[in-house]
T-cell receptor
Framework: DVKVTQSSRYLVKRTGEKVFLECVQDMDHENMFWYRQDPGLGLRLIYFSYDVKMKEKGDIPEGYSVSREKKERFSLILESASTNQTSMYLC?????????????FGEGSRLTVL | AQKVTQAQTEISVVEKEDVTLDCVYETRDTTYYLFWYKQPPSGELVFLIRRNSFDEQNEISGRYSWNFQKSTSSFNFTITASQVVDSAVYFCALRRGSGSARQLTFGSGTQLTVLP
């Protein structure tokens, strides 16, 4: 089974802190994604990576950056956390660049920014 | 632009009742894919089904069934004889038939609660 592991289930940070959310997948998937989930808004794509060191902005990239130095690891970085970034963050991976959309998700990281 | 609408924010049923979750989509593409995902309380979204735009056959998998109707741009999901373990948030999603894998649009989700 594909396993997508997010390093922290729950984090509490202060405004202005730098935050790293880590995601690792163990099935050699090319694509990795970071989504943000908010009530009533569903999942919104923050960033997407289709290969090592390659990335594309999603629908809401402002305030975020990403890093993919190794194929299995995709990190989401909040350079200076703000209260409006309090949310559930979901990492996902998939096999092909042009796959038909089946994603494998981690369990999520719930971030609270005070 | 693509859009997925799940008008039902929350549904509550008693165990063994049937329940239908609605999904309406908008797209200008002729080739596209539709999905349902389940998010149990543990948080991890689980893939349930994928349907392409050229296959309007309804599908049944155990207690789950899906009704795809291009004429009404709907892809509804029915759970027969619901169980408490079906309690979750369910997401409908739409992906373009071409383009990068980033082009997957999710609906806002429906919280289903099955009461014992």
């Amino acid at each position: 089974d594909v396993k997508v592991t997010q390093s922290s289930r729950y984090l509490v940070k202060r405004t202005g802190e730098k935050v790293f959310l880590e995601c690792v997948q163990d099935m050699d998937h090319e694509n990795m994604f970071w989504y943000r989930q908010d009530p009533g808004l569903g999942l919104r794509l923050i960033y997407f990576s289709y290969d090592v060191k390659m990335k594309e902005k999603g629908d809401i990239p402002e305030g975020y950056s990403v890093s993919r130095e190794k194929k299995e690891r995709f990190s989401l970085i909040l350079e200076s956390a703000s209260t409006n970034q309090t949310s559930m963050y979901l990492c996902a991976s998939s096999l092909y660049a042009r796959n038909t959309g089946e994603l494998f998700f981690g369990e999520g990281s719930r971030l609270t920014v005070l | 632009a693509q859009k997925v609408t799940q008008a039902q924010t929350e549904i509550s049923v008693v165990e063994k009742e049937d329940v239908t979750l609605d999904c309406v989509y908008e797209t200008r593409d002729t080739t596209y894919y539709l999905f349902w995902y389940k998010q149990p309380p543990s948080g991890e979204l689980v893939f349930l089904i994928r349907r392409n735009s050229f296959d309007e056959q309804n599908e049944i998998s155990g207690r789950y069934s899906w009704n795809f109707q291009k004429s009404t741009s709907s892809f509804n999901f029915t759970i027969t004889a619901s169980q408490v373990v079906d309690s979750a948030v369910y997401f409908c999603a739409l992906r373009r038939g071409s383009g990068s894998a980033r082009q997957l649009t999710f609906g806002s989700g429906t919280q289903l609660t099955v009461l014992p």
